[in-house]
């Protein structure tokens, strides 16, 4: 069964422009959750979406967005790039009730220059 | 606010030795609690998922502990290799989004 797959893996991007990145979560998962990793700030959470539906967000700001399909694909968008905004971006996996095991893609590692 | 701490932040054992990682948690209202392996700059790994109705789960050589009320869950690794260097994860689920603690950073010398 295949895992949760991120692409890309990695982008380098310039200070102002945007960036989409995507998750195709485990086969029959319908809860899609995107992190946000740095050194400093650890893992903090984005938002979670389950069948198409953002369900809980985290404290970003609006130029953070996501969505999800009808496939249950989804993918986070961050428009007018700061340098700040370099990190790894993880995105997890779960059946969507609530109480299942998380996984983990291998994520998208965003500098921004 | 969920706050999420782990102790110690940084443990280097010999090979052989029995790994003792600690995690705490805030808010009791928790739907589970879930340790990670992460290997550098790479995704996090799922070693044990344990329902807020449990008290522990095992897999291997880990075993992992929860108790709620006291907002604490330790992760026990037998008999460590130097394979096991990692970072550890451990993350609480409440209203759909995991809090993470800043995790150990485990080294196992050969």
């Known amino acids: 069964k295949a895992g949760v797959t991120q692409t890309p893996r990695y982008l380098i991007k310039t200070r102002g422009q945007q960036v989409t990145l995507s998750c195709s979560p485990i086969s029959g998962h319908r809860s899609v959750s995107w992190y946000q990793q740095t050194p400093g700030q650890g893992l903090q959470f984005l938002f979670e979406?389950?069948?198409?539906?953002?369900?809980n967000k985290g404290n970003f700001p609006g130029r953070f967005s996501g969505r999800q399909f009808s496939n249950s694909r989804s993918e986070m968008n961050v428009s007018t790039l700061e340098l700040g905004d370099s990190a790894l971006y993880l995105c997890a996996s779960q059946g969507g009730s609530g109480d299942t095991e998380a996984f983990f893609g291998q994520g998208t590692r965003l500098t921004v220059v | 606010k969920q706050e999420v701490t782990q102790i110690p932040a940084a443990l280097s054992v010999p090979e052989g030795e029995n790994l003792v990682l600690n995690c705490s948690f805030t808010d009791s209202a928790i739907y589970n609690l879930q340790w990670f392996r992460q290997d550098h700059g790479k995704g996090l790994t799922s070693l044990l998922l344990?329902?807020?109705?449990?008290r522990e789960q095992t897999s291997g050589r880990l075993n992992a502990s929860l108790d709620k009320s006291s907002g604490r869950s330790t992760l026990y690794i037998a008999a460590s290799q130097p394979g096991d260097s990692a970072t550890y994860l451990c993350?609480?689920?409440?209203?759909?989004?995991?809090?993470f603690g800043a995790g150990t950073t485990v080294t196992v010398r050969a």
């Open positions: 993350a609480v689920e409440d209203d759909y989004k995991l809090s």
């Open positions: 979406y389950f069948s198409e539906t953002q369900r």
């Open positions: 344990i329902q807020s109705s449990q």
